[in-house]
């Protein structure tokens, strides 16, 4: 079982910026590719982005494909999502997810672990 902890979401004005992390407790971090998911009121859970297990390929979700960054420290068993150029349409739960696998997959069904979730709110 491995459990995944989120930072702090936050509330910030549209233009700004937000950097989330995501702690795995586990010490085989890098057997797994990393997701990060959100969930709009109101909306279906969306993929957002994933990272493969050694941080060399990544794939994000075209609406935010530039202005988000995922990124992994396999040392400190970390995920980062840094959001640049918030967006009120970002505003979301997001979840960090683990995958045991080799590929990066953008259906949350595939994913083996979730993160608690994390409020960010991007305000006009």
């Known amino acids: 079982q491995v459990q995944l902890v989120e930072s702090a979401g936050g509330s910030v004005q549209a233009g700004g910026s937000l950097r989330l992390s995501c702690a795995a407790s586990t010490r085989t971090f890098s057997s797994y590719v990393m997701g990060w998911f959100r969930q709009a009121p109101g909306k279906e859970r969306e993929f957002v982005s994933a990272?493969?297990?050694?941080?060399?390929?990544?794939n994000y979700a075209d609406s935010v494909k530039g202005r988000f960054t995922v990124s992994r420290d396999n040392a400190k068993s970390t995920a980062y999502l840094q959001m640049n150029s918030l967006k009120p349409e970002d505003t979301a739960v997001y979840y960090c997810?683990?995958?045991?696998?080799?590929?990066?997959?953008?259906?949350?069904?595939?994913?083996?672990?979730w993160g608690q979730g994390t409020q960010v709110t991007v305000s006009s």
């Open positions: 990272i493969g297990r050694d941080g060399f390929y990544t």
């Open positions: 997810a683990a995958r045991d696998g080799t590929y990066l997959r953008t259906n949350g069904g595939q994913y083996d672990f």
